[in-house]
């Protein structure tokens, strides 16, 4: 039943994640890449590497029969769909399923149905799992949406069912500004997501971003406590900690427990991530998504537990029961992972491609740097900017913070602009430090702190 064949269905730094940890399994390897990454670090890694295709994403990552045919001359017994790309197409997992492979993940079908927004609030309900108030379904028109609003009260989120990446998301304060605005989402997901369904939610004003990780083999299911997202920019996660210090022990319970229950209502297999909302002035969490596939920020988790996540997706994929169980599942310490991305903060994080001329990388007990690059690589530009991530542990968060700052000094990207700058005045900063933040803050703390032309050079250096 285990694979010995795994093909990785991704680029980037995922991808060299997913080959050291299946080569640590005794894996062979197979990376597929695209006409822009044949000098990838992943494909330096892989034991065998297969062109799929042109550079853009629609013609080789996401090219549906590229990636199978792939997979087949390479007689791979699996594939690993990473993040992003095919790894929420539902079709996509059926489709290896259907040519006799193994997919790293759960079912089609838990797929479809907690891959579509509207359709997983309704299985976190019936699981009994709070939701953000809002629709009970995708919302028809704006007669429909009048009576909701009018129920919950603005401002509200328009969300597109199929969004992801943090696109799909509309705030709107009035009924004047709802009637202008739904017809654009709904024309604007059709064309991003191949479905313009579109759905309602109340804002949830200075709100954490709290998320658990769940496991599960089809039988059994655990969670591996939580991970705090809240520092973001337009809705797409900066930096991340785990655990999160807003939790008192007994909401901590309360959260974790509920994100098992929803992975056993549906029977999960695979790791996953339920994601929430959490007011920490009432205690109050509210389910938002569920994403069926290995998360970004998942170092943080493995950091603090010392369970292999992607090691783990892999023996389940491959017929093994979870090698884990909920009473032996403990945190110890804290850590907190940056985003590492090719963007130039002084000219509103445009993405900044482009060749590494000088790489530094800390390495001290208790750093992990998670990347695509290696001195003398060129950034190709057509695929997300994320270059790689720095995640620090410390036996406390205090502990963790002092060591993320000699880490980020330690971290020399040459030749291109990159987010280092940003992260280091992030670390220093007394508000950071307090953990005194909501998903708005990051934003709000951009436009005050840094709106002169020196304070985003400052960013930049
Ligand atoms: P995480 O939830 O793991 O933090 P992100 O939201 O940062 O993940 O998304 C991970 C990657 O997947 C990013 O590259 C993001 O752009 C991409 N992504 C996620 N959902 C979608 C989607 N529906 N459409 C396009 N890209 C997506
Ligand atoms: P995506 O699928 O793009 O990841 P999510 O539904 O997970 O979208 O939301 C992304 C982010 O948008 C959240 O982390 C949060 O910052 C913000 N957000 C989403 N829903 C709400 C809400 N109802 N109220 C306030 N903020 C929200
Ligand atoms: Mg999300």
């Known amino acids: 039943m285990t694979i010995e064949t795994l093909l990785i269905a991704n680029r980037g730094e995922i991808a060299v994640r997913i080959i050291r940890a299946a080569k640590a399994l005794g894996m062979r390897t197979v ?19 297969i062109e799929i ?13 590229a990636v199978l045919a792939a997979a087949k001359a390479a007689k791979a017994d699996a594939v690993h769909p990473g993040y992003g790309f095919l790894s929420e197409n539902a079709d996509f997992a059926d489709a290896v399923v259907a040519a006799g492979m193994k997919f790293v993940g759960p079912s089609g079908d838990a797929i479809r149905l907690l891959g579509d927004k509207v359709a997983a609030r309704r299985v976190a309900a019936q699981a009994g799992v709070p939701t953000v108030p ?45 009637e202008r605005q739904f017809p654009q989402a709904s024309a604007e997901a059709a064309a991003a997501f191949g479905d313009g369904g579109l759905y309602i939610e109340k804002v949830i004003e200075r709100a954490r971003h709290v998320e658990v990780q769940i496991l599960g083999d089809g039988k059994n299911f655990v969670h591996c406590f939580e991970r705090e997202c809240s520092l973001q920019r337009r809705r797409q996660k900066v930096w991340e900690e785990a655990p999160s210090v807003s939790l ?51 170092p943080v988790t493995e950091m603090i537990t010392g369970i292999d996540l992607v090691q783990e997706m892999l023996r389940i994929a491959g017929g093994a029961p979870l090698s884990v169980r909920q009473e032996d599942i403990a945190i110890s310490g804290h850590a907190i992972e940056c985003r590492i991305n090719a963007e130039d903060p002084s000219r509103d994080f445009m993405p900044a491609p482009g060749l590494v001329s000088a790489l530094d990388v800390p390495d001290s007990e208790g750093v992990r740097f998670d990347t695509l690059l290696w001195a003398g690589y060129e950034v190709p530009p057509f695929y997300d900017s994320l270059l790689g991530k720095l995640i620090v542990r410390g036996k406390d968060r205090a502990d963790c913070l002092a060591r993320l700052r000699v880490a980020l000094d330690g971290l020399n990207i040459e030749g291109i602009p ?44």
């Not at 597929?32 to 992943?42: E, I, N, P, R």
């Not at 295709?53 to 090219?63: D, E, I």
């Not at 549906?266 to 920490?280: F, I, N």
């Open 418 to 461: 990159t987010t280092v700058g940003l992260h280091r005045a992030l670390a220093a900063d007394p508000e950071v430090a307090a953990s005194r933040y909501h998903t708005r803050f990051l934003e709000h703390w951009l436009l005050t702190a840094f709106a002169s032309p020196q304070g985003s050079r400052e960013l930049a250096r």
């Open 248 to 298: 008192t022990e007994d909401v901590r319970t309360k959260l974790c427990a509920s994100a098992v229950a929803l992975a056993r209502s549906v029977g999960y297999s695979g790791a996953g991530t339920v994601e929430y909302l959490y007011d920490d002035e009432t205690g109050q969490f509210y389910f938002i998504e569920v994403n069926t596939r290995i998360q970004v920020e998942h």
């Open 134 to 178: 809002g629709s009970n379904g995708r919302v028809g028109g704006v007669e429909e949406a009048r009576e909701i609003v009018e129920r919950i009260g603005f401002p509200v989120m328009i969300k597109a069912a199929a969004g992801g990446g943090g696109r799909g998301i509309r705030i709107v304060g009035s009924m004047e500004e709802f």
């Open 31 to 49: 990376q597929v890449y695209s006409q822009a990454d044949a000098k990838s670090l992943a494909v330096r890694l892989a034991d065998e590497a």
């Open 53 to 65: 295709g042109p550079p853009a994403a629609k013609k080789s990552y996401l090219n549906i029969e």
